[in-house]
């Protein structure tokens, strides 16, 4: 079956304006979750969404915004994009929220904030 | 919050031989995975290994396996038989009860199997 997709694989933005970045989870998972990763910081959590709902938010402004759509599909937009958001955006899927169930990653969408 | 370390930026090893990442945590929890991520040039995160910490049997898999001490904090992923394909960057992870579902990474070992 279909893996995590991410779309698309690569953005170049100016700085000031949004983005919206998009994962649709493997089929029949509901639950998907955004990372960020840089050189600087790692691999830092963003949100969790579960059946349309935010479950958690990892430590990043409010610039920062995601959701679900009925069919597990996420989105996550970041606004007035400064030049430290520059990074590779991973998403997960997993079939629930819990810690056993194994997560699934995309291959990203790398962002360059120019 | 949880904290994972891994103190070996860069590691090499000759293929066909045998390799040891490290990986240090730090939680106050008792029940919680770990887990040891590859991250290929492709860019997608690939579960190599994963171990529950009430399991006292170290988890293995295939050419994987790791060292679990849960005293000491330290879970360590052995690689046998290196292949040229196990070059990449290895993440070790963390997930427990209290951190809802997410995932705390360290800051990775980059591999480099040498031919």
């Known amino acids: 079956k279909a893996g995590v997709t991410q779309t698309p694989r690569y953005l170049i933005k100016t700085r000031g304006q949004q983005v919206t970045l998009s994962c649709s989870p493997i089929s029949g998972h509901r639950s998907v979750s955004w990372y960020q990763q840089t050189p600087g910081q790692g691999l830092q959590f963003l949100f969790e969404y579960f059946s349309e709902t935010q479950r958690n938010k990892g430590n990043f402004p409010g610039r920062f915004s995601g959701r679900q759509f009925s069919n597990s599909r996420s989105e996550m937009n970041v606004s007035t994009l400064e030049l430290g958001d520059s990074a590779l955006y991973l998403c997960?899927?997993?079939?629930?929220?819990?810690?056993?169930?194994?997560?699934?990653f995309g291959q990203g969408t790398r962002l360059t904030v120019v | 919050a949880q904290t994972v370390t891994q103190s070996q930026p860069e590691m090499s090893v000759q293929e066909a031989e045998t390799v040891t990442l490290s990986c240090t945590y730090d939680?106050?929890?008792?029940?919680?995975?770990l887990f040891w991520y590859k991250q290929p040039p492709s860019r997608q995160m690939i579960l190599v290994i994963r171990?529950?910490?009430?399991k006292q049997q170290n988890a293995t898999e295939n050419r994987f396996s790791v060292n679990f001490q849960k005293a000491a904090k330290s879970f360590s992923l052995k690689i046998s038989d290196s292949q040229l394909g196990d070059a990449a960057m290895y993440f070790c992870a963390y997930r427990g009860w209290g951190t809802g579902n997410q995932f705390y990474f360290g800051t990775g070992t980059s591999l480099t199997v040498i031919p």
């Open positions: 939680t106050s929890e008792s029940d919680y995975y």
């Open positions: 171990q529950e910490a009430y």
């Open positions: 997960a899927s997993s079939l629930g929220p819990t810690r056993e169930t194994e997560a699934f």
